[in-house]
T-cell receptor, first 113, second 116 residues
């Protein structure tokens, strides 16, 4: 079955450490997205990519970085510059123009220890 | 600025009831509206996608309607079951910039508990 795979499910980060969250899709979708979810807040867009080798900042890109070297993969790195990284991170994908809606992964919960 | 509001924030009903979840948005210039379900600690599952030209979509016991002119959508759940307990999120899809990019604007969700 086609879908989006996020790994790991749980991730722990020490102070000053960079960590990378994986997102892989086999839906042949062109566009991929990273969202952050915090209690009591709506989902917020971190980065998005419409095509390979191109990506754009979303609403809260500071302290995060991404790459899009393959159509299927859109990893997110949470850098030490992100001062409050504890959150639930969701990856999504869609066809171009999004007339077919969005598909989400199962999420990664990142905790700072 | 597009804002999405979901009412009520929480709802508790006995099993078997028909119920309505509400979603309102401030700007009618949307491409689509999508309803999602989220179980605790899990990702989002798409329930229904309504194109801007459509009035409603149905899937099993779920029916979603869209009235762009009034900025409203409702999600109707018939004969609710304990397995329907989850948070239901509404998102409108708008233009991100002058190109083909789109963006989701989210409500905060309705937390539903269906009691046996």
């Amino acid at each position: 079955d086609g879908g989006i795979t996020q790994s790991p499910k749980y991730l722990f980060r020490k102070e000053g450490q960079n960590v990378t969250l994986s997102c892989e899709q086999n839906l042949n979708h062109d566009a991929m997205y990273w969202y952050r979810q915090d209690p009591g807040q709506g989902l917020r867009l971190i980065y998005y990519s419409q095509i390979v080798n191109d990506f754009q900042k979303g609403d809260i890109a500071e302290g995060y970085s991404v790459s899009r070297e393959k159509k299927e993969s859109f990893p997110l790195t949470v850098t030490s510059a992100q001062k409050n990284p504890t959150a639930f991170y969701l990856c999504a994908s869609s066809r171009q123009l999004s007339n077919y809606g969005y598909t989400f992964g199962s999420g990664t919960r990142l905790t700072v220890v | 600025k597009q804002e999405v509001t979901q009412i009520p924030a929480a709802l508790s009903v006995p099993e078997g009831e028909n119920l309505v979840l509400n979603c309102s948005f401030t700007d009618s210039a949307i491409y689509n509206l999508q309803w999602f379900r989220q179980d605790p600690g899990k990702g989002l599952t798409s329930l229904l996608l309504i194109q801007s030209s459509q009035r409603e979509q149905t899937s099993g016991r779920l029916n979603a309607s869209l009235d762009k002119s009034s900025g409203r959508s409702t999600l109707y759940i018939a004969a609710s079951q304990p397995g329907d307990s989850a948070t239901y999120l509404c998102a409108v899809i708008i233009a991100l910039n002058a190109g083909n990019n789109r963006k989701l604007i989210w409500g905060l969700g309705t937390s539903l508990a269906v009691n046996p």
